[in-house]
């Protein structure tokens, strides 16, 4: 089982920067390609950024492609996504997201249904 906390959200204008994270538990942390999805209000939960177990591989959303960089450390079991040049757009609750399922070293998916374990949320909100 595996635990997802994200944190580093909150209130901003545009053209600031927010650095996400999502600590993860459990000892099989390092075998997950994670990503990041968002949801805004009356619309449907859309990917954001992935990255493979191995971090070699990492894969955007084009909206934030350029401004969002997503990065793991596997030693601290934690997800970070650093968010530059914030639009009102781009405002949403972030969640984290793992596949738990048995992946090649290099697999990263868009999908949300590819993901089974996913964190609460933490809202984002860029004001213009």
């Known amino acids: 089982q595996v635990q997802l906390v994200e944190s580093g959200g909150g209130l901003v204008q545009a053209g600031a920067s927010l650095r996400l994270s999502c600590a993860a538990s459990?000892?099989?942390?390092?075998?997950?390609?994670m990503a990041w999805f968002r949801q805004a209000p009356g619309k449907e939960r859309e990917f954001v950024a992935g990255?493979?177990?191995?971090?070699?591989?990492?894969y955007y959303a084009d909206s934030v492609k350029g401004r969002f960089t997503i990065s793991r450390d596997n030693a601290r079991n934690t997800v970070y996504l650093q968010m530059n040049s914030l639009k009102p757009e781009d405002t949403a609750v972030y969640y984290c997201?793992?596949?738990?399922?048995?992946?090649?070293?290099?697999?990263?998916?868009?999908?949300?249904?590819?993901?089974?374990?996913w964190g609460q949320g933490t809202q984002v909100t860029v004001s213009s």
């Open positions: 990255i493979s177990r191995t971090t070699v591989i990492t």
């Open positions: 997201a793992a596949d738990r399922q048995v992946r090649g070293p290099d697999y990263i998916s868009s999908r949300v249904s590819t993901y089974d374990a």
């Open positions: 459990g000892r099989t942390f390092t075998t997950y390609p």
